[in-house]
């Protein structure tokens, strides 16, 4: 979308340094979770900013610099924070931000629905003494809620502008912007709340002589911190006082509308129907995704095949030359054909889930359930995110308190299997076994999962304060954000993961040319004889260490044929497909638990999926005897 | 916390509206919050979300499976793990 001429002008992901001279003033999007923070950057940012329906969706500081009426800003997407006595490192991040000087301008996004908790951040954002303006937004949620918000009455009242948008349709996005930079022009802020010197000599006589607090007099200090929780729990009242008479006196009720999306909420998390709909939604979910893949993949195997015959007859075989063509030509093929005719929809069908506020109703429906295994709900968020891929999945357990959640959640994330290991099960249990196949190893991959949380949760007990969780409204999914949310997603296998599926595949052709994969095969044949699969397969796992799909793709290439079936049992592409589901995570997915649980706890994560993986790829070996399957 | 769950077994004429667990209470209910767990920093969390002493909540559902209870405190859906809400004192409101 191009507002008045507002472009994209590059983006990175952290915001440590700086602000280069010339760059603009430097706006911080600051406002509680769910508010819509996250779409108004998107409205003026192009897509960079990850935005979801749930709490702690913005885990990184995401920037980027936008012309707004011909001057530049550099804007600044801050994770959601209720307050700014963080309590998660996510909510940490966010004040650290704000009180390291580093915004010359605040746009604090507030869901007018919700206006008398937003207004209690915004309070507390006034004493930064930092130039702000009030966004707020969705005033369409608040009408049919029934509340009429004076804007002008706000602004009076809190000296600041106010600003009325529906982020989402881009109405009065604009303003907020050339608000902003107005505002930014002005210098900082005068104290314009005073506190009552009542409140305030109550909590003086509450603190140690020497404590450093910050009230009225001191505003630019952490709220103290140093204080205690008392103090501190002094000021929240205060706060949330005034920002109740504020709401009180520019808000004026009517009648709320009829909004089906109660009755709807209603029906999603009912204690019987609510659990009758998340397995149907969930089924349905797969069975589309399926659907879509396996036409997809039929009508693109065709067309590729054709496309090869005139290369592949001019080419000849036994040189070095055509098996390096025809291994990489086959790298290629395989991430058009097997990985992105499942993972399109894959994407597309999560995001949808996400964006509409469905998540957070599963964490409802299931907490009582992970209770039985040590965990709450909140961990379900990681969980299903892991089922898109694990990397943001252990990135989004920061908005776990604990350290032991951040830890469970991140190792049950990556057992659940990723889009890359779906498509495996997709395009080789599903397509040559029957999509009641894929979804048995899905079901059996719940159940280890569910296991495996009831057993580390053992060996690591602890009690925390369980769910703490706001379940925000459903909203209508856009389209557009969607989509970009899908493609940002899409984009990391295009440009990465597909140049490495060529890549391999290239490799392994030489390496089959040479014979050099005997040798691999060969150390690699206990293992693979234990499995009960062929040793030419052995090579294959190597590759999906670096991704999952890898393993597959390469295969088509050992085995040296897309037709799986006609060199693999049944059997043998359960196992394989088994295995593959449990094995240890990526490279990239090591890492990022790495930094999140750090180097030991990693270490024994993969060492224990390994170790599934074997146990279960030995144990579909005796199905046939119970299914008779060929 | 115990003593004010002690006096009101103690006399029950007042138990109307004697304080009693927020997971006691049936959907639709109000309440008004008396006392708050300690510890884990779960006053503060509760705070920001609505959930303070002296404030009222409306609750929504209850989970199966001792599954969380779903409150409406100042126009939003805030869910509580049974366990936390069973440490919650409230009041019951008319």
Redesign the interface.
């Known amino acids: 979308m191009n507002l008045f001429g507002t472009r994209p002008a590059g983006c990175c992901s952290t915001c440590s340094e700086s602000c280069q001279p010339g760059s603009g003033p430097r706006v911080a999007l600051v406002g509680q979770p769910n508010c819509g923070k996250s779409t108004l950057f998107n409205a003026v940012a192009g897509y960079r900013s990850a935005t979801g329906n749930f709490v702690g969706t913005t885990v990184r500081l995401t920037r980027s610099r936008v012309r707004v009426n011909s001057s530049a800003i550099e804007l600044v997407d801050l994770p959601g924070t209720?307050?700014l006595?963080a309590?998660s490192p996510v909510e940490r991040a966010a004040r650290d931000f704000l009180f390291g000087g580093n915004a010359d301008v605040i746009i604090n996004v507030i869901d007018a629905?919700?206006l008398?908790?937003s207004l209690?951040l915004t309070l507390e954002l006034l004493d930064l003494g930092i130039p702000l303006v009030v966004c707020l937004n969705m005033v369409d949620e608040a009408s049919r809620?029934g509340m009429t918000i004076s804007a002008e009455t706000l602004s009076r009242a809190l000296g600041v502008p106010v600003v009325e948008t529906v982020a989402s349709r881009g109405t009065g996005v604009a303003q907020v912007f050339s608000q902003a930079l107005k505002s930014g022009q002005t210098p900082r802020l005068e104290q314009s709340l005073i506190w009552p010197e009542s409140a305030v000599e109550r909590l003086e006589a509450s603190l140690p002589p020497k404590a450093e607090c910050a009230v009225g007099a001191l505003p630019r200090r952490r709220p103290a911190e140093a204080a205690g929780?008392t103090a501190?729990?002094l000021i929240?009242?205060e706060r949330?006082r005034r920002a109740e008479r504020l709401a009180a006196e520019s808000v004026t009720f009517g009648r709320p509308r009829a909004d089906f999306r109660a009755s709807l909420d209603?029906l999603l998390?009912h204690?019987?129907f609510?659990y009758v709909f998340l397995v149907l939604i969930l089924v349905g979910f797969f069975w589309a995704v399926f659907g879509i893949g396996a036409w997809l993949e039929k009508e693109l195997l065709a067309l590729m095949a054709s496309a090869y015959r005139p290369i592949g007859a001019s080419l000849g075989t036994g040189t070095m030359f055509s098996s390096l063509v025809r291994s990489l030509w086959d790298g290629f093929v395989g991430g058009a054909t097997i990985v992105l005719p499942y993972l399109l929809p894959f994407l597309f069908g999560l995001a949808l889930l996400e964006d509409a506020g469905y998540l957070?109703r599963v964490?409802?429906?299931?907490?009582?359930?992970l209770?039985r295994i040590g965990l709450?709900?909140t961990s379900v968020v990681p969980i299903m995110l892991g089922y898109g891929c694990s990397v943001p999945a252990c990135l989004s357990t920061r908005v776990l308190?604990s350290r032991r959640d951040r830890f469970l959640a991140s190792v049950l994330a990556t057992l659940v299997p990723c889009s890359a290991r779906s498509t495996v099960i997709f395009a080789l249990a599903a397509f040559y076994l029957g999509p009641a196949w894929a979804l048995a190893i899905f079901a059996f991959n719940a159940l280890v999962v569910f296991f495996s949380g009831w057993l580390l949760a053992r060996l690591w007990p602890e009690v925390?304060?369980?769910?703490?969780?706001?379940?925000?409204r459903y909203q209508w999914p856009s389209l557009r954000m969607t989509s970009r949310k899908v493609w940002l997603r899409l984009r990391e296998f295009v440009v990465v993961s597909w140049p490495l599926l060529i890549f391999g595949s290239g490799v392994l052709g030489l390496v089959e040319f040479w014979h050099a994969d005997r040798l691999i095969n060969t150390a690699l044949s206990p293992l693979m004889s234990a499995l009960g699969l062929p040793a030419a397969v052995g090579v294959t796992l190597i590759f999906g260490v670096l991704r999952k799909e890898l393993s597959m793709i390469m295969l088509v290439q050992a085995l040296g044929t897309t037709n799986i079936h006609a060199v693999l049992t049944s059997t043998q592409i359960l196992t394989f497909t088994v295995f593959l589901t449990f094995y240890i995570p990526c490279l990239a997915t090591l890492a990022a638990m790495t930094r999140e649980i750090g180097k030991k706890l990693t270490a024994l994560a993969a060492a224990y999926s390994f170790a599934l993986a074997t146990l279960f790829g030995i144990a579909v070996r005796f199905l046939p005897r119970l299914f008779a399957l060929a | 916390m115990t003593a004010l769950l002690d006096r009101s077994s103690d006399s029950p004429e007042i138990a109307a509206s004697a304080p009693v667990p927020l997971d006691s209470l049936t959907p639709q209910a109000r309440a008004e919050i008396v006392a708050l767990p300690e510890g884990h920093g779960a006053a503060r969390r509760l705070a920001e979300l609505g959930i303070f002493i002296g404030g009222q909540v409306k609750v929504v559902r209850i989970a199966p499976l001792s599954g969380p209870v779903l409150l409406e405190v100042r126009g939003s859906l805030v869910a509580l793990g049974r366990r936390l809400a069973h440490r919650i004192v409230v009041r019951v409101l008319a």
């Open positions: 209720y307050s006595t309590t629905a919700l008398s908790r209690e809620n929780e501190d729990l929240v009242a949330r209603r998390t204690p019987v609510g957070p964490a409802y429906l299931l907490d009582g359930l209770h709450h709900g308190p925390s304060i369980g769910m703490i969780l706001e379940v925000p």
